[in-house]
Every structure is written in structure tokens, then in C-alpha cells.
């Protein structure tokens, strides 16, 4: 629940005036990116410190070079990721969460903490009978 008539909207107060289940929702559209199968990875992946492509692609097994830098650019151009170009031969480009991302990422993991500890119940491992 606000707490002031001024204090920011939680998601869920977004979700419960039901703005975000509407198909124009730009909000959508960020969640989409942060929750995607590569978002997720490349934001927790970056909670460790800034990282170069080749870095990031190493560390995300499966990810393809394509995929990467879709992700890459969908989460720079919603202000969660900064990338950084040095002027060199050959080219060095380094990625690093903004205040923002780093935000984001630190709820992402906790969700990635929670899946990871109750996956064996969710695969039905654990389930009693």
C-alpha cells in the first residue's frame, strides 16, 4: 500500500489498477527484457563488475553471440546496462549495471536465489505423496 500520496508506485499497485496487464503497457516491454531467459543471466552476471562481450558470452553458457548483443542493447537502451567504447585497435567495449540495473538486478537474483532453492519441489523431487 503508499504510503504518501507522492511516493512512487510499487509494481504490484501498478499491476492491481491493472495497467500493466494492458497490451500498451511500455512497461511491459522493459519487464520483458529484464525477465527474458538472457536478460536475467546478463544482469546477474554483471552484479559481479564490468565485463567485455567475450567475458559475458563465456560466462552465460548457451548464449549466442546474436542473443548477447540483442540483450545487451535492449537492456542499455532501458537504462539498466552502460556500455563503454575505447577508442583502441582492436576495439574494447565494456559493460556495467547503472544504479538503475543494479537495482533491478539484486530483485532478479533474489528470484533466481528463490527458483534455485525450490527447484527440486518444482521438478517434483521433493513432493510428498
Same mark, same amino acid.
Given at each position: 500500500?503508499? &504510503?504518501?500520496?507522492?511516493?512512487? *508506485?510499487? $509494481?504490484?499497485? !501498478?499491476?492491481?489498477?491493472?495497467? *500493466?496487464?494492458?497490451?500498451?503497457? #511500455?512497461?511491459?516491454?522493459? $519487464?520483458?527484457?529484464?525477465t527474458?531467459?538472457?536478460?536475467?543471466?546478463?544482469?546477474?552476471? $554483471?552484479?559481479?563488475?564490468? !565485463?567485455?562481450?567475450?567475458?559475458?558470452? !563465456?560466462?552465460?553458457?548457451?548464449?549466442?553471440?546474436?542473443?548477447?548483443?540483442?540483450?545487451?542493447?535492449?537492456?542499455?537502451? /532501458?537504462?539498466?546496462?552502460?556500455?563503454?567504447?575505447? #577508442?583502441v585497435? #582492436?576495439?574494447?567495449?565494456?559493460y556495467?549495471?547503472? #544504479?538503475?540495473?543494479?537495482?533491478?538486478?539484486?530483485?532478479?537474483?533474489? $528470484?533466481? /536465489?528463490?527458483?534455485?532453492?525450490?527447484?527440486?519441489?518444482?521438478?517434483? &523431487? /521433493?513432493? &510428498?505423496?
Open positions: 500500500m503508499r &504510503q504518501t500520496p507522492s511516493a512512487p *508506485l510499487t $509494481l504490484s499497485e !501498478h499491476m492491481a489498477r491493472g495497467e *500493466l496487464f494492458s497490451e500498451k503497457c #511500455p512497461a511491459r516491454e522493459v $519487464l520483458k527484457h529484464i527474458s531467459r538472457w536478460g536475467v543471466l546478463v544482469l546477474i552476471a $554483471l552484479l559481479g563488475g564490468t !565485463h567485455r562481450f567475450s567475458e559475458l558470452r !563465456h560466462k552465460i553458457g548457451g548464449v549466442s553471440e546474436r542473443m548477447l548483443a540483442q540483450t545487451l542493447q535492449w537492456l542499455e537502451a /532501458d537504462g539498466l546496462v552502460q556500455r563503454t567504447a575505447y #577508442p585497435v #582492436p576495439p574494447h567495449v565494456d556495467r549495471l547503472t #544504479p538503475l540495473g543494479r537495482e533491478a538486478a539484486q530483485r532478479v537474483e533474489a $528470484l533466481a /536465489d528463490w527458483v534455485e532453492l525450490h527447484l527440486p519441489e518444482m521438478l517434483g &523431487q /521433493d513432493r &510428498q505423496a
